[in-house]
């Protein structure tokens, strides 16, 4: 519900998300509620556990599941689930398919998944037995949720999104090479995707994993199981170790992903685990752990990103009313700047600190507009943030258009960009060499911008909201 009008606020999906679960907990309906990121499903879990203990419920058969915990502490999880020793379980997309976790009555979903497959595969977990079922779908304010919401016919009447790959992404293309390799010698000259495959071949060979023999051909030579290093979950090569100090025997409480790291468990932070709270005392990049003890407090951290963005080859450009539009190689480079500490149930911000932690890069393509002719004079603050707005609305439509999840969509906006020379907005993939979309996005441009400015004119806001800009 909107609970200040002018602004467009509204309340938060996660305590919404609570309250409709507890009833079904309460009177014995196991119960999945799925959160769309692992510091939210903590604070779901935290809140139902809290109200449960309130009112003499079953807390400790509600669990929470994420990338993170142990296997064993998954596994252990899946059989309670299977068994009806769990009533109730918290987790992000981990738990929406390829797990056996049995029949269950009710699933609750804070937020909207992001894509129309991932919907019904997170309603689905409930009602296998073909009894009668309940499913949930609470919207956050987010303009994507709010689209959905409004246009329920988006939802239960589109087919689910096709899979994409680009089978040409270097990244891709590299990894499915060392894989062949591995499986068989390669002959010189033979074809791998769009040619031979020699030139790539002689760039694996400089780390030693290939080698070519006197006969020509090329061959494995690593000791390594090439796939044991393609992870399902992420597209990080590496993790970081939870390390809790906190009983006689240091033990590995957990791990996570290098990207998701700098934000989770940098010095300070308050990571939470199955709504346990516990404060990093360090974090040791180079070595890849983090060493934390367990706490009480009354708040969590949240991490902010500085995303700087440059291109670096430009593959189409065409003009546009105003100006032009691009879809090229771009290089992002992430810094995690510094943590705010909010208060559990209101959000309300009760400190802050810096974070020192060496920046991240990522080459991908992306799609961008530069408005060489805008109208009328701005100030430069008020252009900063009419570009950011804008951006929002472009990056909420090339969601719906492309039938992606937000997320795979990143945003930066330029008040004057070095490589155009003008105000410049740029949607990216966020994920290593892209996987085509920019390029969509590109020729889609006029379809992009109307309903970019469509969904901003039908809002009922006075001046950019959380459902808009």
């Known amino acids: 519900p909107i609970v200040d009008g002018p602004s467009g606020a509204r309340g938060s999906a996660l305590t919404l998300a609570q309250r409709?679960?507890?009833?079904?907990?309460?009177?014995?309906?196991?119960?999945?509620?799925?959160?769309?990121?692992?510091?939210?499903?903590?604070?779901?879990?935290?809140?139902?556990?809290?109200?449960?203990?309130?009112?003499?419920?079953?807390?400790t058969r509600v669990r929470g599941y994420r990338g993170g915990y142990l296997p064993t502490d998954r596994r252990a999880i899946e059989e309670g689930l299977r068994s009806g020793e769990v009533l109730g379980v918290v987790s992000t997309n981990a738990l929406e398919l390829g797990v056996d976790i049995g029949r269950l009555d009710v699933a609750v979903l804070?937020?909207?998944?992001?894509?129309?497959?991932?919907?019904?595969?997170?309603?689905?977990?409930?009602?296998?037995?073909?009894?009668?079922?309940?499913?949930i779908l609470v919207a956050s304010s987010a303009p994507v949720d709010q689209y959905v919401i409004h246009h329920p016919e988006f939802l239960l009447e589109n087919p689910p999104e096709e899979a994409r790959v680009d089978p040409d992404?270097?990244?891709?293309?590299?990894?499915?090479?060392?894989?062949a390799t591995f499986e068989m010698p390669f002959e010189p000259g033979e074809i791998f995707g769009e040619g031979p495959a020699d030139d790539l071949l002689?760039?694996?060979?400089?780390?030693?994993?290939?080698?070519?023999?006197?006969?020509?051909?090329?061959?494995?030579?690593?000791?390594?199981?090439?796939?044991?290093?393609?992870?399902?979950?992420?597209?990080?090569?590496?993790?970081?170790?939870?390390?809790?100090?906190?009983?006689?025997?240091?033990?590995?409480?957990?791990?996570?992903?290098?990207?998701?790291?700098?934000?989770?468990?940098?010095?300070?932070?308050?990571?939470?685990?199955?709504?346990?709270?516990y404060h990093v005392d360090r974090l040791e990049w180079g070595e890849r752990k983090a060493y934390v003890h367990r706490i009480d407090a009354d708040h969590y951290t949240y991490a902010n990103r500085a995303v700087t963005l440059?291109?670096?080859?430009v593959f189409g450009a065409g003009p546009v009313a105003g100006g032009r539009r691009v879809h090229g190689e771009v290089m992002v480079a992430s810094l995690v700047t510094f943590y705010k500490k909010l208060k559990f149930g209101t959000d309300e911000n009760v400190?802050?600190?810096?974070?020192?932690?060496?920046?991240?890069?990522l080459q991908t393509t992306a799609y961008w507009v530069a408005a060489d002719a805008l109208p009328g004079?701005?100030?430069?603050?008020?252009?900063?943030?009419?570009?950011?707005?804008?951006?929002?609305?472009?990056?909420?439509?090339?969601?719906?258009?492309?039938?992606?999840?937000?997320?795979?969509?990143?945003?930066?906006?330029?008040v004057r960009s070095p490589h155009s020379e003008a105000p410049t907005i740029y949607l990216y993939e966020a994920v290593p060499g892209g996987v085509g979309m920019s390029e969509r996005l590109w020729n889609r441009h006029d379809e992009l911008?109307?309903?970019?400015?469509?969904?901003?004119?039908?809002?009922?806001?006075?001046?950019?909201?959380p459902s808009c800009t």
């Open 20 to 59: 409709w679960a507890l009833p079904f907990l309460r009177a014995g309906r196991q119960t999945i509620v799925f959160g769309r990121s692992r510091t939210g499903v903590e604070l779901i879990l935290t809140g139902l556990r809290e109200s449960l203990r309130q009112h003499g419920g079953p807390r």
């Open 110 to 135: 804070a937020g909207y998944p992001g894509s129309i497959a991932a919907t019904w595969q997170q309603i689905g977990r409930a009602g296998r037995r073909q009894d009668v079922s309940v499913a």
């Open 169 to 179: 992404n270097l990244h891709v293309l590299l990894a499915h090479l060392r894989a």
């Open 202 to 277: 002689a760039f694996i060979a400089e780390s030693g994993h290939v080698h070519q023999g006197e006969d020509g051909r090329w061959y494995w030579s690593s000791e390594n199981f090439p796939a044991s290093e393609i992870s399902l979950r992420t597209a990080a090569p590496e993790n970081v170790v939870i390390i809790d100090t906190t009983p006689d025997r240091p033990r590995v409480l957990g791990e996570v992903d290098l990207f998701s790291a700098q934000v989770l468990v940098h010095q300070h932070a308050i990571y939470m685990h199955e709504s346990i709270q």
């Open 310 to 313: 440059k291109p670096i080859d």
């Open 351 to 361: 400190g802050w600190g810096p974070i020192d932690l060496p920046e991240i890069e």
């Open 377 to 414: 004079t701005w100030r430069r603050e008020e252009l900063d943030v009419a570009l950011l707005s804008a951006g929002r609305a472009m990056q909420t439509v090339a969601s719906v258009l492309l039938m992606v999840d937000p997320r795979d969509l990143g945003l930066v906006a330029q």
């Open 449 to 465: 911008v109307a309903g970019a400015a469509q969904l901003i004119a039908v809002c009922g806001c006075d001046s950019g909201c």
